[in-house]
T-cell receptor, first 111, second 117 residues
């Protein structure tokens, strides 16, 4: 079946460091890929998405590129801030109106 | 717009008790979802609905029932709570996907933290 695998956290960084959170997927066909973010005490909110191979999603300085050849959708940010501390979820939709989530990666950014 | 709201925010139950979690959305979305979030397991889909009066099972439906009597509300029921149902429950909604259109963004509520003793 379809699945999403994320790197385990927590990821601990100093402010202004470079961030990469790895995400790989298994799916038949051509899924859409998403990154959701969950700030402390809140629900999830969409961060960015990509719907076909080689698409790059971007938002708030975060980027992720849909790589079909490596079945990956890694999240990157060039310079993280303390306010980016949150849990990040990679997810896919196999066009059945349901999302399949990874286990989440906690990011902690220290000043 | 309030978006997606959930009540209650917190609840403690004893084993065998029943309760209903309420989700409401004011965005006129057709689709609604219930997830549970457990440490190390991400979010797992319990039940979902693609329109008023319809429901369907997700990945982990056992021990839960749902109803969608009104388009804006999606209720999650636990008839006889068990400690294994201790979790954080999230409701989400999304617009209807028309034809071959790509999946829409899901909008999440703030969650309900449930503890079953």
């Amino acid at each position: 079946g379809n699945s999403v695998t994320q790197m385990e956290g927590p990821v601990t960084l100093s402010e202004e460091a470079f961030l990469t959170i790895n995400c790989t997927y298994t799916a038949t066909g051509y899924p859409s890929l998403f990154w959701y973010v969950q700030y402390p005490g809140e629900g999830l909110q969409l961060l960015l998405k990509a719907t076909k191979a080689d698409d790059k999603g971007s938002n708030k300085g975060f980027e992720a590129t849909y790589r079909k050849e490596t079945t990956s959708f890694h999240l990157e940010k060039g310079s993280v801030q303390v306010s980016d501390s949150a849990v990040y979820f990679c997810a896919l939709s196999d066009n059945t109106d349901k999302l399949i989530f990874g286990t989440g990666t906690r990011l902690q950014v220290f000043p | 717009n309030a978006g997606v709201t959930q009540t209650p925010k917190f609840r403690v139950l004893k084993t065998g008790q029943s309760m209903t979690l309420l989700c409401a959305q004011d965005m006129n979305h057709e689709y609604m979802y219930w997830y549970r979030q457990d440490p190390g397991m991400g979010l797992r889909l319990i039940h979902y609905s693609v329109g008023e009066g319809t429901t369907a099972k997700g990945e982990v439906p056992d021990g839960y029932n749902v109803s969608r009597l009104k388009k804006q509300n999606f209720l999650l029921g636990l008839e006889s709570a068990a400690p294994s149902q201790t979790s954080v429950y999230f409701c989400a909604s999304s617009p209807e996907r028309v034809g071959l259109a790509l999946p829409n963004e899901q909008f999440f509520g703030p969650g309900t933290r449930l503890t079953v003793l």
